[in-house]
């Protein structure tokens, strides 16, 4: 594996950077974005735009918040996604870690680490969830890679999904201005009449092309 110095002069970036808020207790991931966890530090929740234009939808939004836990445990994720046809959701998926769940409304989140493991992980709107990770290690299997946390919760005019990344297993030293971690999250809504797609970073063209994947860091 490259130095992580020349791993990170090589990524050629095009989506925001985003500092993390550091967290000092860690939450019970319930799916509740309301509790004061996420809500004593106002303005962290960011916006997810549209695929191809890059614009801010009027009819649904979708916003990510990020904390970093202070002893370099996990990065939680906050997702909210705000639905006027909470009825009309698409959730056929019912099996963990089966590509069945592209076909339903879901979220995706992509990361690279400073040491350039790559973790996705796949979280439909009944809570199923599809995660692997891939390294450049061939006995490194993508499949074994689990998330120890994912919650969602449904309320009349939203679904939200809130779940704690260990950075242990996917070598992940805190993320800083100088070593920042990749990151872009995605939502697919299919409870329209056609797919939507709604990006942190949008690449107008690919929801999965690497190179507009923004970064995130935490301060010291």
């Known amino acids: 594996m490259e130095p992580r110095k020349l791993l990170f002069e090589k990524l050629k970036r095009t989506g925001e950077n985003i500092q993390i808020p550091t967290a000092y207790k860690t939450p019970t991931i319930d799916g509740d974005l309301s509790k004061p966890f996420w809500r004593e530090r106002p303005y962290t929740f ?16 979708t916003t990510v918040s990020f904390r970093w836990i202070n002893d370099n445990s996990a990065l939680i994720i906050g997702i909210e996604c705000m639905e006027p046809k909470m009825n009309k959701l698409r959730e056929s998926c019912k099996t963990p870690d ?7 409304d879901m979220v995706e989140i992509r990361l690279e680490t400073a040491a350039g493991i790559r973790p996705f992980i ?5 809570g199923v969830v599809l995660d692997e990770c891939v390294t450049e290690k061939r006995e490194d299997l993508p499949a074994f890679y689990k998330v120890s946390e994912v919650a969602v919760k449904k309320l009349p005019d939203r679904w939200t999904v809130e779940l704690r990344i260990d950075a242990k297993p996917i070598s992940g030293e805190r993320p800083t201005p100088f070593y920042p971690w990749r990151v872009n999250i995605c939502r697919q809504r299919m409870a329209g009449n056609t797919p939507e797609y709604y990006l942190l970073s949008p690449s107008g063209t690919m929801f999965n092309d690497s190179k507009f994947m923004g970064n995130i860091f935490v301060r010291k």
């Open 98 to 104: 089966s590509p069945a769940i592209y076909g339903d």
């Open 122 to 126: 796949g979280v439909n709107s009944a």
């Open 46 to 61: 960011h916006t997810l735009r549209e695929l191809q234009t890059g614009d801010k939808p009027q009819h649904v939004e």
